[in-house]
């Protein structure tokens, strides 16, 4: 099995900046592509970012030029969401995501954390 944990979520200030971290572990043979999506209350989850093995990126429109999606060189399953001028917009839940091969598995299976809050006060 593959746990995926996130941290870094909270409050801030309008304007303000917070950086999310997701790491994966567990049977791990390979990381591919990892993101990052959101929730709010009352809509669908919606991508945020995602990051290729390649480090190959894609955003969303409503963040492009304030959040920078990122994962280690050693591709060894951690990545991160650099949010800046962050806007009461952005609240949200924030949901790391990984495709995941396991030893032993022929094939990529889809794996999430847990969530968390991020708030952005006015």
């Known amino acids: 099995q593959v746990q995926l944990v996130e941290s870094g979520g909270g409050l801030v200030q309008v304007g303000g900046s917070l950086r999310l971290s997701c790491a994966a572990s567990g049977n791990i043979f390979r990381v591919n592509a990892m993101g990052w999506y959101r929730r709010t209350p009352g809509k669908q989850r919606e991508l945020v970012a995602v990051i290729s093995s390649g480090d190959s990126t894609n955003y969303a429109d409503s963040v492009k030029g304030r959040f920078t999606i990122s994962r280690d060189s050693a591709n060894n399953g951690r990545v991160y969401l650099q949010m800046n001028s962050l806007k009461p917009e952005d609240t949200a839940v924030y949901y790391c995501?990984?495709?995941?091969?396991?030893w032993g598995m022929g094939y990529e299976n889809d794996f999430w954390g847990q969530g968390t809050q991020v708030t952005v006060s006015s």
């Open positions: 995501n990984a495709g995941v091969q396991s």
